[in-house]
């Protein structure tokens, strides 16, 4: 029987800036409805990795493949298309100051998507429901909670019907009491299925989504594996020394 083919499939990915080495041949493959999760220090490659997936950076060396093609990363309407169905999530939201949540939702629909205005307008509102922020459609980013930004950033990627999310410490900007409501939704999204590459410092979190933890260190993957068996059981000494440290930290158990 032939093995299904991953959603997306990542060969020798490298990055530098300057004479510094940001990733060295990172690889990893994801499957349809598969949750991987990104951890490591600050600085381990984390949030390079995500954006050269996506191709916001180019990576200096390495392939990528969407189910079983590969990203040809010189014709520009080729890679606005793959960029449509890899969606990313910023850390710090991305979101339009002078548009309202509606808006910031919608304007891609329009765009990108060229939906008549009317339609895109009921599927950002929909979208915006998912999420619950169906009653502050009309409000500006200035006067959302961080964590409600963070909703309407999830909401603008999920109106685009992407085949894949990337999340790029979607909780790292927030207040405490503030990060429960994002990952309600993340984990909302799991549960429908949603293919999903996460980088995050909330392992106890990302434990119970993940179907597989990478460690990352100096812009390496160091140690990849089952949640549980990287946070009581790594082989390797510096993931036991991280997960336990984080999880201190995070008041997590690991």
């Not at 410490?169 to 503030?178: G, I, K, M, V």
């Not at 990849?224 to 995070?250: D, H, N, Q, V, W």
Request: hydrophobic share 45%; charged share 25%; glycine share 8%.
């Amino acid at each position: 029987m032939t093995a299904a083919v991953p959603i997306l499939r990542a060969e020798g990915i490298s990055k530098n800036y300057g004479s510094k080495a940001i990733l060295k041949e990172v690889s990893l493959a994801l499957d349809r409805g598969e949750v991987k999760v990104l951890i490591g220090p600050s600085g381990a490659g984390k949030s390079t990795l995500l954006q050269c997936l996506n191709l916001l950076v180019m990576p200096d060396a390495g392939r990528i493949w969407l189910e079983g093609r590969e990203v040809d990363r010189s014709r520009r309407k080729g890679l606005y298309g793959y960029r449509r169905q890899v969606g990313m999530i910023f850390q710090d939201f991305n979101l339009f100051d002078h548009l309202n949540a509606l808006e910031n939702v919608r304007i891609a629909l329009v765009r990108v998507k060229k939906m008549d205005r009317d339609a895109a307008r009921e599927r950002a509102m929909n979208e915006l429901a998912k999420v619950g922020l169906q009653d502050h459609a009309d409000k500006y980013p200035a006067q959302l909670s961080g964590g409600q930004k963070q909703r309407v950033s999830i909401a603008r990627a999920l109106a685009m019907d992407p085949k894949i999310m990337l999340l790029d410490e979607p909780t790292s900007a927030l207040d405490p009491e503030l990060i429960g409501e994002v990952m309600i939704v993340i984990r909302d999204l799991v549960q429908a299925g949603m293919t999903m590459i996460m980088a995050t410092h909330q392992i106890g979190f990302a434990a119970t989504l993940a179907d597989e933890m990478i460690f990352m260190e100096d812009g390496a993957v160091i140690e990849a594996g089952p949640p549980a068996k990287l946070m009581t059981a790594a082989e390797c000494e510096r993931t036991r020394a991280f997960c336990s440290k984080i999880g201190e930290l995070y008041g997590e158990s690991a």
